[in-house]
């Protein structure tokens, strides 16, 4: 640290200017249009922003919790939670959707409050809190239904995952998930990245110790990051109740991806870094990859390598780069 | 007089955009510590590399023994006998300490087996020139020793693969008082058997003790050059490129100084014993004692971190109990921890994010993170500015900019808060001459705003030099109290407790 031209490595060390998970999603999107020219009408776009939705709101939730230094593996289980508990109690009586969905998203808040008193004050790492949390959440889910859920949900809410605004100028159409995404990852990348909360959020994941030093609330930091990451997952499990059926599994594997999403959006594992836009970004990107694998007609298990080798190459990709930015 | 065993001549280099080293001449003798002083960015490290083969100069010859050579790797330049210690040891910690003088050239014996009783044997003996060698058993894994004997193993190993030039950067960098001593001796021992020294540090204590020539780089050049030891002032002077009268700032006049901001009672937690304290507005008080004396304790006590678990405290006059550092900053206490890089800064945020990030933590969590009631990012820049932060931008990573630059920020963190009392732990380490000036003109002039300072600090002169009243703790307790003006002897004496009753 003696010498070292200064201001060579503060040049080399701004902040970054363009995120390649932008090139990484465009590319795709190139592809995907080469291979089904359709996809630039409404109906190809509209159906795979819809798709997207619960993933990318999920990742922009996921991505809270990685950059206040922990991971929340509790979200997929969580979702299958929602869609099972929310077919249990409105029991086929469509009325019942409006005190059930803000039940649903009151849950959401109460386990992300759960992970974050587990983490805080009982010391117990965030990977495996929200671990056991995933586990715990299937085994209710299980509980709850008896081992065989109810087949539907009422249409009032299946609203938001199915149904379609018409007759919109230049789109033709709009899916209400479409909304939700836009109202949701508006919201959080807006106290990411404009807040107290966000810049507390980036601070207690760079150096917990030094931002309890400088007065930050770790504790409470913490907790409302594990809310907003259990919230998004709720809001995620009403979406996926619109378009997937009622079962046990509904939500599996999510929490994997959600990670996955925020890492190829650049993402710092470990804390200190990360956007919300570049998360749901990467939450696109992986959607893309599987709508290409799809299209080559490759089955569910190919599915799952590939975002298995995403996830290592993204994490390594970040780890080089940081190597020579000099960490 | 003997030949040089190192002439370096003309040494240029560069680096895009920035001139790191022109047309700089430099030798060292054997038997002579050599010091390189320069502050940071002066071009001593770069020239340190240039020697050992890290880099290669753009132009000019480096000749050993008379003899041009051409190192392409640091192994060519240790096979010739330079050895350069760096702040971060190459030591293998899980090794012992035999293994890692002899790695990679462990002795042979009978079926090409590696003679580990040769192996003890030698590393005691090359141990028995230092101080230290009493401490260090040949079989103990490096990993188990402190900082100052690893070290003292890192420079026997230089010594044993028969090191003709041994370069130290910044050595007493992470060592206490007695260990710098401990490491004074050793360099004493290596110049008397011959061996030339290449001694890098700011520490005018330090040269001045040790130092046989002095050679000053500023800005790549070579500001000045000194064949006998000249006076501190003089260093100073050709490193900062001004007069230091001003170097400190003046004491607070007795007008000045207000009434008590703290007052402490009777307090104590379990490293803490009987503490009495007062610090007045307008007053800079200088906490000085050895490692592990309570000073630390003490300002982690005031700042709720470890609180008092007895006593009574009062800030302006209310008795007060902070349990937490949110309570202790509500309350109007700010504190600079001593470890900038791990306690102080969020590295991979801005610099700007760095200053507002106090003031945001005391702000709503929903509300805007441009302004808060205490800042905001048009008067975090003012301040920065006002401090003279050297940065591309404030919106630049902090971790980027240098020690002087960083702490500054963490300055402006505090200004922004108008504390009444601010805490500074070791407020310069490892930051340079003219940043630290800076900081002791800020200290000055924060007292002057009314806020009382407490600054802890193991640099005694920086001690001395800066505080209007001088505390001094030793085994968890005040042992004594001087005025400005104390001197060295006075405050080790106190520190280190060979005086008056045992209690």
């Given at each position: 640290?003696?010498?070292?031209?200064?201001?060579?490595?503060?040049?080399?060390?701004?902040?970054?200017?363009?995120?390649?998970?932008?090139?990484?999603?465009?590319?795709?999107?190139?592809?995907?249009?080469?291979?089904?020219?359709?996809?630039?009408?409404?109906?190809?776009?509209?159906?795979?922003?819809?798709?997207?939705?619960?993933?990318?709101?999920?990742?922009?939730?996921?991505?809270?919790?990685?950059?206040?230094?922990?991971?929340?593996?509790?979200?997929?289980?969580?979702?299958?939670?929602?869609?099972?508990?929310?077919?249990?109690?409105?029991?086929?009586?469509?009325?019942?959707?409006?005190?059930?969905?803000?039940?649903?998203?009151?849950?959401?808040?109460?386990?992300?409050?759960?992970?974050?008193?587990?983490?805080?004050?009982?010391?117990?790492?965030?990977?495996?809190?929200?671990?056991?949390?995933?586990?715990?959440?299937?085994?209710?889910?299980?509980?709850?239904?008896?081992?065989?859920?109810?087949?539907?949900?009422?249409?009032?809410?299946?609203?938001?995952?199915?149904?379609?605004?018409?007759?919109?100028?230049?789109?033709?159409?709009?899916?209400?998930?479409?909304?939700?995404?836009?109202?949701?990852?508006?919201?959080?990348?807006?106290?990411?990245?404009?807040?107290?909360?966000?810049?507390?959020?980036?601070?207690?994941?760079?150096?917990?110790?030094?931002?309890?030093?400088?007065?930050?609330?770790?504790?409470?930091?913490?907790?409302?990051?594990?809310?907003?990451?259990?919230?998004?997952?709720?809001?995620?499990?009403?979406?996926?109740?619109?378009?997937?059926?009622?079962?046990?599994?509904?939500?599996?594997?999510?929490?994997?991806?959600?990670?996955?999403?925020?890492?190829?959006?650049?993402?710092?594992?470990?804390?200190?870094?990360?956007?919300?836009?570049?998360?749901?970004?990467?939450?696109?990107?992986?959607?893309?990859?599987?709508?290409?694998?799809?299209?080559?007609?490759?089955?569910?298990?190919?599915?799952?390598?590939?975002?298995?080798?995403?996830?290592?190459?993204?994490?390594?990709?970040?780890?080089?780069?940081?190597?020579?930015?000099?960490? | 007089?003997?030949?040089?065993?190192?002439?370096?001549?003309?040494?240029?280099?560069?680096?895009?955009?920035?001139?790191?080293?022109?047309?700089?001449?430099?030798?060292?003798?054997?038997?002579?510590?050599?010091?390189?002083?320069?502050?940071?960015?002066?071009?001593?490290?770069?020239?340190?590399?240039?020697?050992?083969?890290?880099?290669?100069?753009?132009?000019?010859?480096?000749?050993?023994?008379?003899?041009?050579?051409?190192?392409?790797?640091?192994?060519?330049?240790?096979?010739?006998?330079?050895?350069?210690?760096?702040?971060?040891?190459?030591?293998?910690?899980?090794?012992?300490?035999?293994?890692?003088?002899?790695?990679?050239?462990?002795?042979?014996?009978?079926?090409?087996?590696?003679?580990?009783?040769?192996?003890?044997?030698?590393?005691?003996?090359?141990?028995?020139?230092?101080?230290?060698?009493?401490?260090?058993?040949?079989?103990?894994?490096?990993?188990?020793?402190?900082?100052?004997?690893?070290?003292?193993?890192?420079?026997?190993?230089?010594?044993?693969?028969?090191?003709?030039?041994?370069?130290?950067?910044?050595?007493?960098?992470?060592?206490?008082?007695?260990?710098?001593?401990?490491?004074?001796?050793?360099?004493?021992?290596?110049?008397?058997?011959?061996?030339?020294?290449?001694?890098?540090?700011?520490?005018?204590?330090?040269?001045?003790?040790?130092?046989?020539?002095?050679?000053?780089?500023?800005?790549?050049?070579?500001?000045?050059?000194?064949?006998?030891?000249?006076?501190?002032?003089?260093?100073?002077?050709?490193?900062?490129?001004?007069?230091?009268?001003?170097?400190?700032?003046?004491?607070a006049?007795?007008?000045?100084?207000?009434?008590?901001?703290?007052?402490?009672?009777?307090?104590?937690?379990?490293?803490?014993?009987?503490?009495?304290?007062d610090v007045r507005?307008?007053e800079i008080v200088g906490?000085?004692?050895?490692?592990?004396?309570?000073?630390?304790?003490?300002?982690?006590?005031?700042?709720?971190?470890?609180?008092?678990?007895?006593?009574?405290?009062?800030?302006?006059?209310?008795?007060?109990?902070?349990?937490?550092?949110?309570?202790?900053?509500?309350?109007?206490?700010?504190?600079?921890?001593?470890?900038?890089?791990?306690?102080?800064?969020?590295?991979?945020?801005?610099?700007?994010?760095?200053?507002?990030?106090?003031?945001?933590?005391?702000?709503?969590?929903?509300?805007?993170?441009?302004?808060?009631?205490?800042?905001?990012?048009?008067?975090?820049?003012?301040?920065?500015?006002?401090?003279?932060?050297?940065?591309?931008?404030?919106?630049?990573?902090?971790?980027?900019?240098?020690?002087?630059?960083?702490?500054?920020?963490?300055?402006?963190?505090?200004?922004?808060?108008?504390?009444?009392?601010?805490?500074?732990?070791?407020?310069?380490?490892?930051?340079?001459?003219?940043?630290?000036?800076?900081?002791?003109?800020?200290?000055?002039?924060?007292?002057?705003?009314?806020?009382?300072?407490?600054?802890?600090?193991?640099?005694?002169?920086?001690?001395?030099?800066?505080a209007d009243r001088i505390l001094?703790?030793?085994?968890?307790?005040?042992?004594?109290e001087f005025p400005h003006?104390a001197?060295?002897?006075?405050?080790?004496?106190?520190?280190?407790?060979?005086?008056?009753?045992?209690?």
């Amino acid at each position: 640290m003696t010498d070292g031209a200064d201001m060579q490595t503060a040049r080399r060390l701004r902040l970054p200017q363009i995120n390649p998970v932008w090139v990484l999603l465009a590319v795709l999107i190139g592809a995907i249009i080469f291979m089904n020219p359709g996809f630039t009408q409404p109906t190809g776009y509209m159906n795979f922003l819809k798709r997207a939705a619960p993933l990318a709101i999920l990742a922009a939730g996921q991505v809270y919790v990685i950059t206040s230094g922990g991971f929340d593996l509790s979200v997929g289980s969580l979702i299958t939670l929602v869609v099972v508990g929310a077919s249990m109690l409105t029991n086929n009586d469509p009325a019942a959707t409006y005190w059930v969905v803000p039940l649903m998203l009151g849950m959401g808040l109460g386990v992300g409050l759960l992970n974050g008193l587990i983490v805080c004050f009982l010391r117990v790492p965030s990977l495996i809190a929200t671990l056991g949390m995933m586990i715990t959440l299937t085994g209710l889910a299980f509980m709850w239904s008896g081992g065989a859920p109810r087949g539907y949900l009422p249409d009032t809410f299946r609203f938001f995952g199915r149904e379609l605004i018409r007759d919109v100028p230049l789109v033709r159409f709009i899916p209400i998930s479409v909304i939700v995404l836009l109202v949701v990852v508006g919201l959080l990348a807006w106290l990411m990245h404009r807040t107290n909360l966000g810049r507390q959020v980036h601070a207690i994941g760079d150096n917990p110790v030094a931002a309890g030093l400088a007065g930050v609330p770790v504790n409470r930091v913490r907790i409302t990051a594990f809310m907003l990451s259990g919230l998004s997952g709720a809001i995620a499990g009403i979406l996926l109740g619109g378009f997937a059926g009622v079962s046990t599994d509904v939500g599996s594997g999510y929490e994997l991806q959600a990670i996955t999403a925020a890492v190829l959006g650049g993402a710092q594992l470990l804390g200190g870094r990360g956007s919300v836009p570049a998360a749901v970004g990467g939450a696109l990107a992986l959607t893309a990859i599987f709508t290409l694998l799809n299209f080559l007609g490759l089955p569910q298990p190919v599915r799952q390598v590939v975002q298995g080798l995403i996830l290592i190459a993204a994490v390594a990709l970040a780890m080089h780069r940081r190597q020579q930015t000099g960490t | 007089m003997t030949e040089p065993v190192i002439e370096m001549e003309g040494i240029s280099k560069s680096f895009p955009g920035v001139r790191a080293l022109s047309d700089v001449s430099f030798d060292v003798r054997p038997g002579e510590v050599q010091a390189l002083v320069g502050e940071n960015g002066a071009g001593k490290s770069t020239l340190i590399k240039i020697l050992s083969g890290v880099y290669h100069a753009d132009a000019g010859t480096v000749r050993m023994h008379g003899k041009a050579v051409h190192f392409t790797h640091p192994v060519d330049s240790l096979k010739s006998g330079i050895a350069v210690i760096y702040q971060e040891f190459s030591l293998l910690p899980e090794r012992t300490v035999a293994q890692n003088l002899f790695l990679g050239r462990e002795p042979r014996g009978r079926f090409g087996l590696i003679d580990t009783a040769r192996m003890r044997r030698e590393t005691r003996d090359v141990l028995a020139l230092f101080a230290a060698a009493g401490r260090i058993d040949p079989d103990q894994t490096v990993g188990s020793l402190d900082v100052a004997t690893q070290q003292v193993v890192e420079i026997a190993k230089a010594v044993s693969t028969g090191a003709r030039v041994i370069v130290m950067d910044e050595p007493t960098a992470a060592l206490n008082e007695a260990e710098c001593e401990e490491l004074f001796e050793t360099v004493d021992t290596l110049r008397e058997r011959g061996v030339a020294i290449i001694y890098i540090s700011h520490r005018m204590r330090e040269i001045t003790r040790l130092a046989d020539r002095v050679t000053v780089l500023k800005d790549g050049e070579i500001a000045a050059r000194f064949d006998d030891l000249p006076p501190p002032d003089a260093i100073v002077r050709a490193m900062v490129g001004r007069d230091i009268a001003d170097f400190y700032a003046p004491p607070a006049t007795e007008a000045e100084i207000g009434a008590p901001v703290l007052t402490v009672r009777g307090a104590g937690n379990d490293r803490l014993d009987g503490i009495d304290l007062d610090v007045r507005a307008g007053e800079i008080v200088g906490l000085a004692g050895i490692q592990g004396a309570g000073r630390v304790a003490l300002a982690m006590a005031l700042f709720g971190h470890a609180p008092f678990t007895h006593g009574e405290v009062t800030l302006d006059g209310a008795p007060v109990a902070f349990k937490t550092p949110r309570e202790a900053i509500r309350g109007g206490i700010g504190l600079l921890p001593g470890d900038r890089k791990s306690e102080g800064l969020v590295l991979m945020q801005s610099v700007r994010d760095n200053g507002m990030l106090t003031s945001r933590a005391f702000a709503p969590l929903w509300g805007r993170a441009k302004r808060n009631r205490h800042t905001d990012e048009t008067a975090m820049d003012g301040l920065l500015d006002a401090m003279e932060i050297r940065a591309a931008s404030y919106d630049q990573e902090i971790r980027g900019l240098s020690g002087g630059n960083q702490q500054k920020a963490i300055v402006a963190r505090w200004l922004s808060m108008r504390p009444r009392l601010l805490i500074f732990i070791e407020p310069t380490r490892g930051i340079d001459v003219n940043a630290k000036a800076g900081i002791y003109h800020l200290m000055r002039d924060l007292a002057r705003d009314g806020a009382g300072i407490l600054m802890i600090s193991s640099d005694l002169p920086e001690v001395i030099g800066a505080a209007d009243r001088i505390l001094v703790m030793q085994n968890g307790k005040i042992a004594a109290e001087f005025p400005h003006g104390a001197t060295e002897p006075q405050i080790m004496h106190a520190a280190t407790g060979e005086t008056e009753v045992a209690a």
